[in-house]
């Protein structure tokens, strides 16, 4: 797919001020992935700046999951160990971590990224959250 291409497949939703894009992807809650960029209160020539990113990203976007699921498993897997454990339940290894995560949306604005995995209930019901800068990359990750 090139840039063209992925300009024209954003849909913009007015409700919400979005512009959304549904990508098939294997590591993504029943093989879908939503891409999703923030567009209010900017003009066209900063949302086609922000469309480049995003389409860079899109381009890496195989090995920046692996690399969220690093940083994830830094920042939570001793947390989900020592404090979010159900009963008679094993310690989780770092492969089931992030063998447990999968993509589910990410949000896009001007400077930066929030990602949501769903965490296959290892922390209940939430969803593990990455945010990142498109020049420094993870910020910081929490449920």
């Known amino acids: 797919m090139n840039i063209n291409d992925f300009r024209r497949s954003f849909k913009f939703d007015e409700k ?6 549904w990508i098939k992807h294997e590591s993504g809650i029943q093989n879908k992935i939503i891409f999703s960029i923030d567009a209010e209160g ?3 020539n900063e949302i086609n700046k922000l469309l480049e990113l995003v389409f860079k990203f899109y381009e890496k976007l195989d090995s920046w999951i692996v690399d969220s699921k690093e940083f994830a498993v830094s920042e939570l897997l001793d947390i989900k160990n020592k404090s979010w454990l159900a009963k008679g ?3 989780v290894s770092e492969d089931e971590f992030k063998s447990r995560m999968s993509l589910i949306n990410v949000a896009f ?3 930066g990224y929030m990602a949501f995995f769903d965490a296959k209930d ?4 939430h969803a593990i959250i990455i945010n990142g800068d498109f020049d420094k990359g993870f910020s910081d990750c929490y449920l």
Do not use: K, P, V
């Open 16 to 21: 919400s001020s979005e512009y959304r894009l």
């Open 42 to 44: 900017l003009d066209e």
């Open 89 to 91: 339940e094993e310690r």
């Open 109 to 111: 604005f001007e400077d």
């Open 122 to 125: 290892m922390f209940t019901e």
